[in-house]
């Protein structure tokens, strides 16, 4: 719930991102939880070696992919370019962490 609240300002902010509204944000929160939950594992895996060759940092391109094949899946989720992808992916990912941190 708090990740669609998190999706649906990074709509109203971040030029390039746009969400067709609150359901909408649910629906790309549930849609990307489920993504990064049986898919991101998987290509993770596969890119371990590239992954260690950048210290981690391609991570950031899973995670920007992850919200590609969200942006397809659903339908009023749409992203413009690539930079607002990554700061999407950026704000997502942090907020995620804090609130796990919080949570925990």
């Known amino acids: 719930m708090l990740n669609a609240v998190v999706i649906f300002l990074i709509a109203h ?5 746009s969400v067709s509204g609150a359901g909408t944000a649910l629906v790309v929160a549930i849609v990307l ?3 990064n939950i ?3 594992p ?3 895996f596969l890119s371990l070696p590239i992954q260690i060759l950048t210290l981690g940092l391609f991570t950031l391109l899973i995670n ?3 919200l590609y094949v969200t942006a397809f899946l659903v339908d009023g989720f749409e ?3 690539f930079i607002s992808a990554v700061i999407a ?7 995620s962490w ?5 949570l925990d």
């Open 98 to 102: 804090v609130i796990g941190l919080i």
């Open 33 to 35: 939880g489920l993504a």
């Open 42 to 44: 998987i290509i993770s």
């Open 13 to 17: 902010y971040v030029p390039g991102i």
């Open 38 to 40: 049986f898919i991101r």
């Open 64 to 66: 920007v992919g992850m």
């Open 89 to 95: 992916s950026l704000i997502i990912s942090v907020t």
């Open 79 to 81: 992203i413009q370019n």
